[in-house]
């Protein structure tokens, strides 16, 4: 089997990063681009208003070289549209985890392709800001949208930001979103499940394996928290409370934040947490 990843980001973001069209184009149009320029294939996507899921197939440092690709130019976007930086805040991250396994890289596929279901009413194949019906219509890009090669290097550069010439035979639609037949590995979404009769049978997964996939994801996130994101928490929560910076608040009143970050899903009971508040160990033996 080739090397598959499950790649996603933050979450756990109160934030909402996706909210509308324009900003769900730029992010499929982002998995798109950063697929091509670091040879990296894409099984299966989905964007929501808060993070994005994906299942990838590439070598190790292609895999991380798509991921530092994709933060940086989704972030200087929503930079951009929000005017300022500290807006964006340090907690937008990307994380990857290597999949083990055929049975693994199945169970996650259809975990990325249902995630929809958590906020959408629709059914998965219908949700338009993921791999919708391709797996059921393999010839769409034959068919459907706006040819690439039609486009002048100068004018891709325009519509979509890039500095390397795109694939000719991929194609775009009136919203200047590059369709998810161009780029999507479906060939090897197919090797996967063999047959669309099989994919159909594990559109039902059990909810328990859902949930372990999602506690999971949770997890991760929690530990990729870096001490400059728990402080930056920490320092909002602090001047929100106690109308004054993180570290003149007392020990109490650290205590009092480390209990409502754990409380509120932001961090767990760890060295770093105990770090981003500046206390000490015998400190935290009081949570």
Same mark, same amino acid.
């Given at each position: 089997?080739?090397?598959?990843?499950?790649?996603?980001?933050?979450?756990?973001?109160?934030?909402?990063?996706?909210?509308?069209?324009?900003?769900?184009?730029?992010?499929?149009?982002?998995?798109?681009?950063?697929?091509?320029?670091?040879?990296?294939?894409?099984?299966?996507?989905?964007?929501?208003?808060?993070?994005?899921?994906?299942?990838?197939?590439?070598?190790?440092?292609?895999?991380?070289?798509?991921?530092?690709?994709?933060?940086?130019?989704?972030?200087?976007?929503?930079?951009?549209?929000?005017?300022? #930086? /500290?807006?964006?805040?340090?907690?937008?991250?990307? @994380?990857?985890?290597?999949? !083990?396994?055929?049975?693994?890289? =199945? &169970?996650?596929?259809?975990?990325?392709?249902?995630?929809?279901?958590?906020?959408?009413?629709?059914?998965?194949?219908?949700?338009?800001?993921?791999?919708?019906?391709?797996?059921?219509?393999?010839?769409?890009?034959?068919?459907?949208?706006?040819?690439?090669?039609?486009?002048?290097?100068?004018?891709?550069?325009?519509?979509?930001?890039?500095?390397?010439?795109?694939?000719?035979?991929?194609?775009?639609?009136?919203?200047?979103?590059?369709?998810?037949?161009?780029?999507?590995?479906?060939?090897?979404?197919?090797?996967?499940?063999?047959?669309?009769?099989?994919?159909?049978?594990?559109?039902?997964?059990?909810?328990?394996?859902?949930?372990?996939?999602?506690?999971?994801?949770?997890?991760?996130?929690?530990?990729? #928290? /870096?001490?400059?994101?728990?402080?930056?928490?920490? @320092?909002?929560?602090?001047? !929100?409370?106690?109308?004054?910076? =993180? &570290?003149?608040?007392?020990?109490?009143?650290?205590?009092?934040?480390?209990?409502?970050?754990?409380?509120?899903?932001?961090?767990?009971?760890?060295?770093?947490?105990?770090?981003?508040?500046?206390?000490?160990?015998?400190?935290?033996?009081?949570?």
């Amino acid at each position: 089997m080739s090397d598959f990843y499950h790649i996603y980001s933050n979450g756990t973001r109160a934030d909402i990063l996706f909210p509308g069209d324009e900003e769900k184009v730029y992010a499929v149009n982002s998995l798109a681009i950063g697929s091509n320029a670091c040879d990296v294939n894409v099984l299966v996507f989905i964007i929501n208003d808060t993070h994005f899921h994906l299942i990838a197939s590439g070598s190790q440092e292609d895999v991380l070289n798509y991921i530092t690709y994709l933060k940086a130019r989704i972030s200087r976007f929503l930079i951009c549209k929000r005017q300022n #930086r /500290s807006a964006l805040g340090t907690g937008f991250q990307i @994380s990857s985890d290597p999949i !083990k396994d055929r049975d693994e890289c =199945l &169970r996650k596929f259809m975990y990325v392709y249902r995630n929809c279901l958590d906020f959408y009413n629709g059914a998965p194949w219908t949700y338009p800001w993921g791999i919708g019906n391709i797996l059921f219509n393999p010839n769409l890009s034959l068919i459907e949208g706006i040819h690439m090669g039609d486009l002048s290097h100068t004018a891709q550069r325009a519509m979509f930001g890039v500095r390397d010439k795109l694939p000719g035979g991929w194609r775009y639609d009136n919203r200047k979103m590059i369709l998810p037949s161009s780029f999507v590995d479906i060939s090897s979404v197919m090797q996967l499940f063999g047959s669309v009769r099989a994919f159909l049978a594990f559109l039902f997964v059990r909810k328990e394996d859902e949930q372990a996939m999602k506690q999971q994801v949770y997890s991760r996130q929690i530990e990729m #928290r /870096s001490l400059e994101d728990l402080r930056n928490l920490a @320092s909002g929560y602090a001047a !929100k409370l106690y109308k004054k910076s =993180l &570290r003149v608040c007392l020990v109490t009143e650290k205590l009092q934040l480390a209990r409502l970050m754990i409380t509120d899903k932001d961090a767990v009971k760890s060295v770093s947490l105990m770090k981003a508040l500046y206390l000490r160990g015998e400190d935290m033996d009081l949570l």
